[in-house]
């Protein structure tokens, strides 16, 4: 008797467990019933009456500046250890924006670095392979080109740097990651800063903004309220690695004077004295302040201004080249320094250059030529 209560009581417990439970059911006291109006979607609230013209302004500067930003991939070429088969692999990525009608893209150089192929994806989506056209380091730049038809992509429309003020609007727009298109805004926090390239050169007159600027939108336009280039972001200042409110762009103004000597020459086309130069560590070892001339080029612009290099004395001691401390005015302390001077002028530009020569101060007056 005692077998068959517990055969039916298993059979009971077993069709409770088991027993199919609506959905709707779970999560209150089985045969419960309710409907209130928190059961029900809450109704939509009416949308203002239009946008603000703040907000119409953004979206169609975004709307309209997006067909101009690219994603761009860059891949190595490696050889695997054991099979030694050849592979390409993923190595950066970061935005860029389209510069001419013939397919010229603008990005940082650190986007590109060290790429055996590079591929640009444009905003309808379509990916075309790119080749390098110039490239320089000192001011993270590079043009890319790509073969599209006439018409099929448009260059941003180009601003100027040099009258941005301090709270004045921007817009960052990139394609980070791959991602579609993200748009950031912010404000001019500060100009005139100085930041430090790849190749360890001092890039001056920089933007610093607010915009939100990620690893992805490296490469990426600083734009104004109405939508023209007024930079290219390139770098973040961040403990973490994340956006903290601090980035910073090359100013419009250097780009537009960079990026057309890297599509005629491939390289920018600097001036110079036509000297090398001995490195600032020698020089801060045997406490000389400003630059020492190692070498004078010869028929060059300091061997016409009548500079003198390093030179080997009759009785075979060596006798130190002149020492360059100011150019146009501006005090030269570090072979940087005298880069930023240069920076300022162009190609056949006359410079006074004060140099100090034995126990003397001299100045002559040196006409600047090109140099690589």
């Known amino acids: ?95 860029g924006f389209v510069w001419s009608k013939q397919g010229h893209i603008v990005t940082n150089f650190h986007v590109i670095y060290g790429a055996h192929a590079i591929r640009v994806t444009l905003a309808d989506r379509s990916e075309q392979e790119a080749k390098l056209v110039g490239a320089d380091p000192d001011h993270d730049l590079a043009v890319l080109q790509i073969q599209v038809p006439d018409g099929h992509v448009e260059p941003l429309a180009i601003g100027s740097s040099h009258d941005l003020r301090v709270g004045q609007k921007v817009l960052a727009i990139g394609n980070p990651f791959g991602l579609d298109h993200t748009l950031t805004t912010g404000v001019v926090s500060a100009l005139g800063r100085t930041i430090k390239s790849l190749s360890n050169r001092t890039i001056e007159g920089v933007i610093q903004t607010d915009a939100a600027i990620n690893p992805g939108n490296s490469g990426g336009p600083l734009l104004d309220g109405a939508g023209r280039l007024i930079g290219v972001n390139t770098q973040i200042v961040s403990p973490s690695g994340a956006y903290a409110g601090i980035g910073f762009a090359v100013p419009v103004d250097m780009v537009n004077r960079i990026v057309p000597e890297l599509i005629k020459h491939g390289k920018l086309i600097r001036p110079g004295l036509g000297v090398s130069l001995v490195p600032d560590a020698m020089a801060k070892r045997w406490n000389i302040k400003g630059v020492i001339i190692g070498k004078v080029t010869r028929g060059g612009a300091a061997d016409r201004a009548g500079l003198k290099g390093a030179r080997e004395t009759m009785i075979g001691r060596i006798q130190l080249g002149d020492v360059i401390v100011s150019v146009a005015g501006k005090p030269v302390a570090t072979i940087d320094d005298l880069m930023d001077v240069m920076e300022a002028h162009k190609v056949g530009d006359q410079v006074s250059v004060e140099i100090v020569r034995g126990n003397r101060r001299e100045q002559v007056s040196v006409t600047l030529q090109a140099v690589n």
């Open 1 to 95: 008797m005692n077998s068959h209560v517990g055969f039916l009581t298993l059979l009971l417990v077993t069709s409770i467990l088991y027993s199919p439970i609506h959905a709707a059911e779970w999560g209150k006291p089985l045969g419960a019933v309710y409907d209130g109006p928190e059961g029900k979607p809450r109704p939509v609230s009416p949308s203002p009456v239009e946008l603000s013209a703040d907000e119409r302004s953004t979206i169609a500067v975004f709307e309209r500046a997006t067909k101009s930003v690219v994603f761009i991939a860059n891949t190595a070429i490696q050889q695997d250890v054991w099979s030694l088969n050849v592979m390409e692999v993923p190595q950066g990525s970061g935005s």
